[in-house]
């Protein structure tokens, strides 16, 4: 089916020759030193090793990398290619070792990989950094195979510049359906119950079950081959940043940390060397003027996946 027309309830936000061209004039592309403000919610246009050369020191709250996994892969124009794991791992430190300096002393981390990427992520963020935790989410979509197991996972790894920052825990407490409802004298223990059913608010882990990775239908959906759910960096950005810090991408994609970062008043830098995807995320920006909603986040609260849905249309049956 040609992409201009998609089916009814094809949701998937594509870009037109015309529109890229648009927003090609909002690109920045650095050439000398720049101070934050220069930058600041702000798309550069350029490969991140030579964009690193001029940013400022100190400015960045939160850093979010999803790299090139370690697999042989095209990106739209550009192409990134399996190697070694010793030489997947010297890139990596290269880049860790080009981007630390940005970075300010109570600055958070975040590196996204696989499975065979992980082994790499790990050992550099633990010469530089103090390495903290690994997340590890599920993707409930994905091919399977015959001769091993299905990969379904991918780790999210968490650091700090220093033992000084910032989390917030309540943020990004997720709301479960209570399957086995405890009392103690007649009431309930750590849940409520409403018309709607049973809940309870529970401390997010570093097992994440509840995401959905963005398909046609959904209003987030890019073509952007490795996008990742907005509500997996809402996550991130709720628990460790402020409405008055930085959040900065260095391989930006379609945009989902800039877009997640303006939709909960966050500042954003991104850096993506492909035109069109660059583009894409000038795009998404401007929507988020008239839509700041993120699926499976609402009223300032992480839901289970499929309950939120739900408890609205127990509501709605009710009314």
């Not at 997340?135 to 299905?150: L, P, V």
């Amino acid at each position: 089916m040609n992409k201009n027309n998609k089916a009814t309830h094809n949701r998937t936000i594509t870009i037109s020759k015309n529109e890229i061209k648009k927003y090609s004039k909002e690109f920045i592309v650095l050439n000398r030193k720049v101070n934050p403000e220069k930058i600041t919610n702000k798309i550069i246009h350029q490969d991140i090793f030579e964009a690193i050369k001029y940013l400022p020191e100190n400015f960045v709250d939160l850093l979010f990398i999803d790299p090139p996994y370690n697999l042989t892969k095209t990106f739209n124009t550009n192409k990134f290619n399996k190697r070694s794991i010793k030489k997947y791992s010297e890139w990596l430190e290269n880049l860790i070792l080009n981007i630390k300096s940005i970075l300010k002393p109570e600055a958070s981390i975040y590196v996204c990989g696989d499975w065979l990427t992980s082994t790499s992520i790990h050992l550099v963020l633990n010469k530089y950094f103090t390495v903290r935790n690994r997340i590890t989410w599920e993707r409930e979509k994905g091919r399977g195979a015959k001769k091993n197991w299905k990969n379904s996972s991918e780790d999210i790894w968490f650091a700090t510049n220093s033992k000084d920052y910032y989390f917030d825990v309540d943020s990004v407490k997720l709301k479960r359906k209570v399957l086995a409802p405890y009392k103690v004298n007649g009431k309930p223990k750590d849940w409520h119950e409403k018309e709607t059913g049973k809940f309870r608010l529970t401390y997010p882990s570093n097992i994440w079950t509840d995401l959905t990775v963005p398909f046609w239908s959904m209003q987030e959906n890019t073509e952007h081959p490795t996008q990742k759910p907005e509500k997996l960096l809402a996550k991130i950005i709720l628990a460790s940043s402020t409405q008055s810090n930085t959040v900065f991408d260095p391989f930006l994609g379609s945009g989902t940390s800039a877009v997640v970062a303006k939709k909960l008043n966050r500042k954003f830098v991104g850096v993506e060397l492909d035109e069109k995807f660059a583009a894409i995320s000038l795009k998404r920006l401007e929507a988020v003027n008239d839509n700041k909603n993120i699926q499976g986040y609402s009223e300032g609260i992480f839901w289970e996946r499929n309950s939120y849905n739900y408890q609205k249309k127990k509501t709605n049956k009710n009314d």
